[in-house]
């Protein structure tokens, strides 16, 4: 899924140490710069090597830092430069190389600056985003729909459409309008009202459009690079992709039919019997749009509840269980010869899928690959726009997570949307979701992320 670049042959063989020691099965490859140093030789020798087909980390070591910014700026949206706080690579520990490595990974998905009019997801070609921080487990995405209105509600000011949202650790997002930073969030994993304040940027107003065709060709990098993982694993019968109707599910599938082709590929929508209706019925309209088999894999939670089950809690995930068990029966039962499974997972949602290498044994017999797993959480969003494909309509709410309206990972945020949307009155007939909200407004269990669905 992607290449190493250092300077040296040393710099080489410690690279190969590490990658043999912390990414076994990744496939990742090492190269080399031929010992080049000045800039313009570096330039030259990476322009042979960079091509559409694969993500690009060139590291480098403190000592040739001076250059990477202006590396940086010569090289297509695939790649990226990262400098290893060591006189050379060969200096480092093989344990710090790995950890420069995932921290190398953030800055590819993390990118961004501001031309004028729309962010920009790559480094160097625009303004500088104020205080913008890069770290492994951060994400940003593009705070479409009525975000920016629950927002307000909570800072008491005007803040501009589609902002740029980064989460950072602990629960905390900055919201940025232009280059600087609108609001910050403090999003907690119980109570039903994260906390706010008001930055000193101005409230700008960004176009989705705008953002679509100012990312176009930075997307389609991603695109190709991850369509080439796809067809590098060789020829399948048949392909599945597990489809939650989040947009990472969703951007996996046009992976797939972009990859395969329709003839090939089936998406198997995981029905727990708790989804929100707005899910059910985007993953109808979608998969008829794009004309793919829609398959249901029904897990009967409601079911389960009705009967007595108590609610999914953090110590007791027993939902979790029941889902991924009717999502592999249905596998078993669709795969056929040589079968692949397409998943959403990407680095940025929980370091127990970062870990995960990009291809490897799926259920049944299967092949599993997971294609997006450097892709930033707004190119996913604006990948699938670039397609002429709607978000989920729970985006449009102000979610940026969705999962099941009883899911014990939803935060302070998911419920003060859906306190202050119609979403709680749809539901309002639901035993299950009464009893779920009288517990979360009053008992306020523990979560846990890593069960939702992006």
């Known amino acids: 899924m992607f290449t190493i670049v250092v300077r040296s042959k040393r710099d080489a063989d410690a690279t190969r140490s590490m990658v043999a020691r912390f990414y076994g099965g990744w496939g990742v490859r090492v190269a080399t710069l031929r010992g080049a140093r000045s800039l313009d030789a570096m330039a030259k020798e990476l322009d042979s090597l960079i091509d559409g087909e694969s993500f690009y980390i060139i590291l480098l070591g403190r000592e040739d830092a001076g250059k990477a910014e202006a590396l940086q700026r010569m090289l297509p949206p695939n790649a990226v430069v990262h400098v290893v706080p ?3 690579i060969r200096n480092a520990r093989l344990e710090q190389l790995y950890v420069e490595t995932l921290r190398a990974r953030a800055r590819l998905r993390l990118a961004a600056s ?13 303004s500088r985003l104020e205080g913008y921080e890069v770290d492994v487990g951060f994400d940003n995405f593009i705070g479409i729909g009525r975000l920016n209105k629950h927002v307000e509600r909570l800072v008491g000011a ?21 280059p600087r930073i609108r609001a910050r969030l403090w999003i907690e994993d119980v109570g039903i009202r994260p906390k706010a304040e008001l930055g000193d940027g101005k409230p700008l107003d960004v176009e989705l459009d705008n953002l679509v065709e100012a990312n176009r060709d930075i997307v389609e990098a991603f695109v190709r690079a991850s369509k080439a993982l796809l067809r590098g694993l060789g020829e399948f019968e048949r392909v599945i992709v597990p489809w939650s109707g989040g947009k990472d599910s969703t951007a996996a599938l046009l992976l797939a039919l972009e990859a395969y082709g329709r003839r090939r590929v089936v998406a198997v929508f995981g029905d727990t019997g708790t989804e929100f209706p707005a899910t059910r019925r985007y993953v109808e309209e979608v998969a008829r749009k794009l004309g793919v088999r829609l398959e249901v894999a029904y897990a009967g939670l409601d079911e389960a509840l009705s009967r007595g089950a108590p609610l999914p809690s953090h110590s007791n995930r027993w939902c979790t269980g029941m889902k991924i068990e009717a999502i592999e029966r249905k596998i078993a039962e669709l795969a056929e010869g040589r079968t692949l499974v397409v998943i959403g997972d990407r680095d940025a949602e929980s370091p127990r899928r970062s870990d995960r290498p990009p291809v490897r044994e799926g259920p049944a017999g299967t092949v599993a690959a997971a294609p997006l797993k450097l892709w930033g ?11 002429g494909l709607p978000l989920n309509p729970m985006y449009e709410a102000g979610f940026y997570r969705i999962g099941c309206y009883m899911c014990p990972a939803l935060r302070s945020w998911e419920i003060h949307v859906m306190l202050n949307e119609k979403i709680s009155l749809r539901l309002a007939g639901s035993r299950i979701y009464r009893k779920f909200m009288q517990q979360r407004l009053y008992r306020r269990p523990l979560q846990s992320h890593d069960n939702c669905q992006p």
């Not at 005007?158 to 940025?176: E, F, M, S, T």
């Not at 959480?377 to 397609?387: E, K, M, P, T």
């Open 86 to 88: 060591k006189a050379r």
């Open 114 to 126: 501001w031309d004028g009019r729309a962010y920009r997801l790559e480094w160097g070609r625009g």
């Open 158 to 178: 005007r803040v501009g459409k589609n902002p740029l949202i980064l989460r950072l650790h602990g629960g905390v997002h900055n919201v940025y309008n232009g």
């Open 377 to 387: 959480g707004a190119h996913v969003q604006l990948y699938i726009l670039s397609r």
